[in-house]
């Protein structure tokens, strides 16, 4: 039986349908909005995956993320080994890291898993699953010269960023809306690359 939560699915869109997604969420006070990310994702199709940190789980409790997607949010590593099973059995289509804190972003830059997220992430970029970042911190912290060095080493490994909004001394996270445009236009892309396109007598002509 599907979760109540679910019945919203497809009511958007059919974008991002049978689309997985594990949203992962650090400890950033942006957190408050995930609720609301998770629930329009899943309007245009998504299925919504949660990752907490530890320190994420002090802003925005893990139940209220399993009430937005319907799914049970994974909160630390076990014996299950969920980095491996929950990317790789299941396969999810995408990674989205929203909100990210810089703290995050720098240890996802040196190769260091020492959360449940960083784990997460490194296991994707060995699985070729691509990764969406979306930054969140104070105005100091995101015009940090590591900070910036270390993103530009992050996107050149295609991991792809939305740039936040600076007001009142803050690098606030992107708005709802711009954060899903993203994560389908980065889904439909790789869709197209997976297509072969053939022009026979001027019709063009998709095989997948």
Known sequence: MSHPSKDIVSTGGLELKGRKIAMCITGSISAFQCPKIARELMRYGADVYPILSKKSQKIIHPNLMEWATGNTPVTKLTGKIEHIAGILMNKVDLILISPATANTINKISCGISDTIVTTFISTALGS????????????????????????DKLLSLD???????????????????????????????????????????????FHP
């Open 128 to 151: 070729n699953i691509p990764i969406i970042i979306v930054p969140a911190m104070h105005e100091s912290l995101f015009f940090n010269p590591i900070l910036k060095k270390n993103i």
């Open 159 to 205: 991991i792809e960023f939305v740039n936040p909004r600076i007001e009142e001394g803050k690098a606030k996270m992107a708005s709802v809306e711009e954060i899903v445009e993203v994560v389908i236009r980065r889904l439909l892309v790789q869709d197209m690359e997976n297509i072969r396109i053939l022009e026979n007598r001027g019709l063009v002509v």
